[in-house]
T-cell receptor, first 115, second 113 residues
Framework: DADVTQTPRNRITKTGKRIMLECSQT?????MYWYRQDPGLGLRLIYY???????NKGEISDGYSVSRQAQAKFSLSLESAIPNQTALYFC??????????????FGPGTRLTVL | AQSVTQPDIHITVSEGASLELRCNYS??????LFWYVQSPGQGLQLLLK??????LVQGIKGFEAEFKRSQSSFNLRKPSVHWSDAAEYFC???????????FGKGTTLSVSS
């Protein structure tokens, strides 16, 4: 089984709809991240969390919210989806205990299309 | 501000030829550097990383990278490319606060037969 899983893998939705992307991990890592990938722009950080009570905004958090339900689960929500949120979304994890070594492990991604 | 530059958007290499993908970073202190690969339809897989010590780092799948502080570079190399290496490659640096990675925009590698 994969260490970092994302559901759904693909989603098509309409403008204005609320949508939630889910991420689960079995690596036992403390840190979790959400990124979006756009062609030609690489990966950009949306939110990150260092533990259940810690949530931090990343570079492009506007229009998104997150919830860290448990150490192993980190969800990303789009309250009112818009077409420019069409992208590939990745969840990642890393181990806080390895100080200075923020090696991140990525899920397979969720391809989101907003019509 | 910290940044990562991958000057080449797209590179085509013949199968069996050598490969070098360029990465330049801006960072004041000793950086933590990474190379990831993304195969079509897949997530990102860590190829190798540099934290300290030997500036030539070995990774998986026969890749290596060399950290050159004087040039602020961390170029990825492979002596003989295989068709299965066709993918997108991302260089990244850990930010100064140690809270996240900053990614380059990626280099797409095509392999011709």
């Amino acid at each position: 089984d994969a260490d970092v899983t994302q559901t759904p893998r693909n989603r098509i939705t309409k403008t204005g709809k609320r949508i939630m992307l889910e991420c689960s991990q079995t690596k036992g890592h403390d840190r979790m991240y959400w990124y979006r990938q756009d062609p030609g722009l690489g990966l950009r950080l949306i939110y990150y969390s260092f533990d259940v009570k810690d949530i931090n905004k990343g570079e492009i958090s506007d229009g998104y919210s997150v919830s860290r339900q448990a150490q192993a689960k980190f969800s990303l929500s789009l309250e009112s989806a818009i077409p420019n949120q069409t992208a590939l979304y990745f969840c990642a994890t890393s181990d806080l205990r390895r100080v200075g070594a923020d090696t991140q492990y990525f899920g397979p991604g969720t391809r989101l299309t907003v019509l | 501000a910290q940044s990562v530059t991958q000057p080449d958007i797209h590179i085509t290499v013949s199968e069996g030829a050598s490969l070098e993908l360029r990465c330049n970073y801006s960072y004041g202190a000793t950086p933590y550097l990474f190379w990831y690969v993304q195969s079509p339809g897949q997530g990102l897989q860590l190829l190798l990383k540099y934290f300290s010590g030997d500036t030539l780092v070995q990774g998986i799948k026969g890749f290596e990278a060399e950290f050159k502080r004087s040039q602020s570079s961390f170029n990825l190399r492979k002596p003989s490319v295989h068709w299965s290496d066709a993918a997108e490659y991302f260089c990244a640096v850990q930010n100064q606060a140690g809270t996240a990675l900053i990614f380059g925009k990626g280099t797409t590698l095509s392999v011709s037969s």
